[in-house]
């Protein structure tokens, strides 16, 4: 015996199967993508860090180096060799240069970097040309002490008395 409203009952069936199979289709999507994106967030995000580690490094290494630096400037007080001093120095604030020109995509305080050797730059100039007017001021003392000698020998020969005319230059 078949009951009357077979036809109705198998459509409505079927559009149970579609509506549940379209129902599980879309769970199953959304736990994909729920799996997917934090995947990738993850990989985005792992990335920036290792970034950010880098960053991180290279501003250790700048900040070291620049310290090496402060402290070959300071030590030019005090020692007699300025030259090989002064190299070493404009060396390493060049080396510095290249290194924030390699990384100038990377550093997030690259101006801030380049402002510092700026600033180590002209402090290193600054000493270079006060070192060269103290130079320049014992020379001038020394000249001064041969001028007032030589005044004082002139004197001496005009008043007639003789003297001895100073030795040097």
């Not at 459509?11 to 289709?25: G, N, W």
């Not at 300025?82 to 290194?99: E, F």
Request: charged share 25%.
């Amino acid at each position: 015996m078949r009951s009357l409203n077979q036809a109705e009952r198998q459509s409505a069936f079927l559009k149970f199967l579609v509506f549940f199979a379209i129902t599980f289709i879309l769970i199953i999507i959304t736990a994909f993508f729920s799996a997917q994106v934090p995947l990738k967030e993850n990989k985005q995000l792992k990335a920036e860090q290792l970034e950010m580690d880098n960053e991180k490094d290279f501003l250790a290494s700048f900040e070291n180096n620049v310290q090496q630096i402060t402290n070959l400037l300071y030590s030019l007080d005090t020692i007699k060799n300025y030259n090989s001093t002064d190299v070493a120095i404009d060396s390493r604030i060049d080396d510095l240069y290249k290194q924030i020109q390699i990384k100038k995509d990377t550093v997030s305080v690259r101006n801030l970097c380049m402002l510092v050797l700026d600033n180590l730059s002209n402090y290193h100039k600054a000493k270079q040309d006060l070192r060269n007017r103290d130079n320049s001021d014992a020379t001038i003392q020394q000249l001064n002490e041969k001028v007032t000698e030589w005044r004082k020998a002139w004197t001496d020969c005009v008043n007639g008395r003789t003297s001895k005319a100073p030795s040097g230059n």
